[in-house]
């Protein structure tokens, strides 16, 4: 069955909780949304390749240029998984239908994974987007650097100090593969902590739009302190070295371990790659700990509610 352009199978139907937050999510989305999204990935395939058209450029900024294409898309991405985790119990206590829902014996568990699957389930478009675009990244973010060095190889000029003079390029089979993997976990866990988020928050404040708001906060708050946190103590050191602060991974969720996986091994990346793991580690660790915390809070809150521990057994007959 479709509705609203999502198809859901025969599993959907199985938790009825998940069911009606599925159908619930896929009526919400705006119809302009709806009708117009096929302009939207055109547009962003329009900026994928006019990005990828900056390295016939050597003086064109496309390493910088992808950055902000990935921080927007992510931006995005986590806006729109908060938001639709926001709604997801709010709107029961609102409309006044929570007290019913609660009556009908669902347990607090069934009624958190299916609330949870069903924002999952309606967010996967956006997981897709987000993935897409930095899977695209990678190779870009290789030829850029490709480019750059072979320039200032044939031009013969010096390059950064303590790195000595350009001498060659090397593939690095393991960080490449380990960077496409972990653009998909990261992906994954991205929109797996943002929706826990939203649901948390959703559950505690039980209004929409104020949880959403205590969402973004929460989700948006390392963003802006590993930000602050990076300027303090990099200042204003070449973008390469800001790239390799290990915790500027925190503030942009490990697209800048991601960029330093792709690149590939000259006299200017020698420790680029081991570098970026530490970075990696740390993203997942805290993608990790808003999933969980998130849903134990919202487990929790339901459980305050009303919802009952465990589904009641049917009597016998």
Same mark, same amino acid.
């Given at each position: 069955?479709?509705?609203?352009?999502?198809?859901?199978?025969?599993?959907?139907?199985?938790?009825?909780?998940?069911?009606?937050?599925?159908?619930?999510?896929?009526?919400?989305?705006?119809?302009?949304?709806?009708?117009?999204?096929?302009?939207?990935?055109?547009?962003?395939?329009?900026?994928?390749?006019?990005?990828?058209?900056?390295?016939?450029?050597?003086?064109?900024?496309?390493?910088?240029?992808?950055?902000? &294409? #990935?921080?927007? $898309?992510? =931006?995005? *991405? /986590?806006?729109?998984?908060? +938001?639709?985790?926001?709604?997801?119990?709010?709107?029961?206590?609102?409309?006044?239908?929570?007290?019913?829902?609660?009556?009908?014996?669902?347990?607090?568990?069934?009624?958190?994974?299916?609330?949870?699957?069903?924002?999952?389930?309606?967010?996967?478009?956006?997981?897709?987007?987000?993935?897409?675009?930095?899977?695209?990244?990678?190779?870009?973010?290789?030829?850029?650097?490709?480019?750059?060095?072979?320039?200032?190889?044939?031009?013969?000029?010096?390059?950064?100090?303590?790195?000595?003079?350009?001498?060659?390029?090397?593939?690095?089979?393991?960080?490449?593969?380990?960077?496409?993997?972990?653009?998909?976990?990261? &992906? #994954?866990?991205? $929109?797996? =902590?943002? *929706? /826990?988020?939203?649901?948390? +928050?959703?559950?505690?404040?039980?209004?929409?739009?104020?949880?959403?708001?205590?969402?973004?906060?929460?989700?948006?708050?390392?963003?802006?302190?590993?930000?602050?946190?990076?300027?303090?103590?990099?200042?204003?050191?070449?973008?390469?070295?800001?790239?390799?602060?290990?915790?500027?991974?925190?503030?942009?969720?490990?697209?800048?371990?991601?960029?330093?996986?792709?690149?590939?091994?000259?006299?200017?990346?020698?420790?680029?790659?081991?570098?970026?793991?530490?970075?990696?580690?740390?993203?997942?660790?805290?993608?990790?700990?808003?999933?969980?915390?998130?849903?134990?809070?919202?487990?929790?809150?339901?459980?305050?509610?009303?919802?009952?521990?465990?589904?009641?057994?049917?009597?016998?007959?």
């Amino acid at each position: 069955m479709a509705v609203g352009g999502i198809s859901f199978g025969r599993t959907v139907t199985a938790n009825p909780i998940l069911w009606q937050e599925c159908l619930y999510q896929a009526r919400s989305i705006p119809a302009l949304m709806r009708r117009y999204w096929p302009l939207g990935m055109l547009l962003i395939g329009l900026i994928l390749g006019g990005v990828a058209l900056t390295l016939r450029d050597i003086a064109s900024p496309t390493r910088e240029l992808a950055l902000f &294409t #990935i921080w927007i $898309v992510h =931006a995005l *991405t /986590a806006a729109r998984c908060v +938001a639709a985790g926001a709604n997801a119990i709010s709107r029961e206590h609102v409309g006044q239908t929570w007290d019913t829902l609660i009556l009908t014996g669902v347990s607090a568990r069934h009624i958190l994974l299916g609330k949870w699957e069903g924002v999952l389930r309606v967010s996967a478009p956006w997981i897709l987007l987000l993935g897409t675009v930095r899977l695209v990244m990678i190779p870009i973010f290789t030829l850029a650097l490709v480019n750059r060095f072979a320039w200032r190889a044939g031009n013969s000029v010096t390059s950064y100090p303590g790195y000595g003079a350009p001498t060659g390029v090397e593939w690095v089979p393991w960080a490449a593969l380990l960077a496409v993997v972990m653009t998909v976990v990261l &992906t #994954i866990l991205e $929109v797996f =902590a943002c *929706t /826990a988020v939203g649901l948390a +928050a959703s559950a505690l404040v039980r209004r929409g739009w104020l949880a959403m708001i205590a969402a973004m906060i929460v989700r948006f708050m390392p963003v802006a302190l590993f930000a602050a946190f990076t300027r303090y103590e990099v200042g204003a050191a070449p973008s390469w070295r800001v790239l390799r602060f290990p915790y500027l991974g925190l503030a942009d969720s490990g697209t800048a371990p991601l960029y330093q996986l792709s690149l590939p091994l000259t006299g200017w990346t020698q420790d680029a790659h081991a570098g970026a793991l530490p970075g990696l580690l740390m993203v997942m660790l805290l993608l990790a700990t808003l999933t969980i915390g998130g849903l134990l809070v919202a487990w929790w809150a339901i459980r305050r509610d009303g919802a009952l521990p465990h589904q009641p057994r049917p009597a016998a007959t």
